[in-house]
């Protein structure tokens, strides 16, 4: 079966300081994978997703970007982070488009 | 035209009651749409969906209606427990187009 891992599963940093956060699928080929950032009490915006190794496309400029190094990782990052990028970061998969996206865990980031 | 509204934005239930999330959308190509479930500090899970080629699933307790000529899509939660109360989201998709999530509905169900 396939399974998602994000980590860490908190994270506090100071302004101006770099972000990764990384997320890995198993047990499936191939998958798109997607960062959504959900701010407390609210909804999900998608921000990066990816159909394949080094294809990106972003969905909301901003101060974050993403990578996919391998198939079945994807990474968030930040060269300085800001105090607008406090939230709870969450990576998802699915198998093609308008397929079911399965979530991870996410990430609680608190900027100080 | 993206959007998918939902309604409420909580909803307080009895144990053992009806719980009743609504969303609406106005893309007439949206074909897939999921309903999620989300615990305080944990990602959402996928909960049930359906396609416009029926107007009704349902899986154990929870149950999907859908109204193709409305353009609005339900879920129904029967035999509401405290362990439900959570946070909905409804969700809309097509082909070449990514998710588009609803607000979302915090359901708390009393004891």
């Known amino acids: 079966s396939q399974t998602i891992h994000q980590w860490p599963a908190t994270l506090v940093q100071p302004v101006g300081s770099p972000l990764s956060l990384e997320c890995t699928v198993e047990?499936?080929?191939?998958?798109?994978l997607y960062w959504y950032r959900q701010a407390a009490g609210r909804g999900l915006q998608l921000l990066f997703y990816?159909?394949?190794?080094?294809?990106i496309s972003s969905e909301v400029p901003q101060n974050l970007s993403a990578s996919r190094p391998q198939d079945r990782q994807f990474i968030l990052s930040s060269k300085k982070l800001l105090l607008s990028d406090s939230g709870f970061y969450l990576c998802?998969?699915?198998?093609?488009?308008?397929?079911?996206?399965?979530f991870g865990d996410g990430t609680r980031l608190s900027i100080l | 035209q993206q959007q998918v509204k939902q309604s409420p934005q909580s909803l307080i239930v009895q144990k053992g009651g009806i719980s009743i999330i609504n969303c609406a959308y106005e893309n007439t190509a949206f074909d897939y749409f999921p309903w999620y479930q989300q615990f305080p500090g944990k990602g959402p899970a996928l909960l049930i969906a359906?396609?416009?080629?029926?107007s009704e699933k349902k899986e154990g307790r929870f149950t999907i209606s859908f109204n193709k000529s409305a353009k609005q899509f339900s879920l129904h939660i029967m035999d509401s427990q405290p362990g439900d109360s959570a946070t909905y989201f409804c969700a809309a998709s097509t082909p070449g187009q990514n998710f588009v999530f609803g607000p979302g509905t915090r359901l708390s169900v009393l004891p």
């Open positions: 359906i396609r416009p080629d029926v």
């Open positions: 998802a998969w699915s198998l093609g488009e308008n397929q079911p996206q399965h």
């Open positions: 990816s159909v394949g190794i080094g294809q």
């Open positions: 047990g499936t080929s191939n998958p798109n």
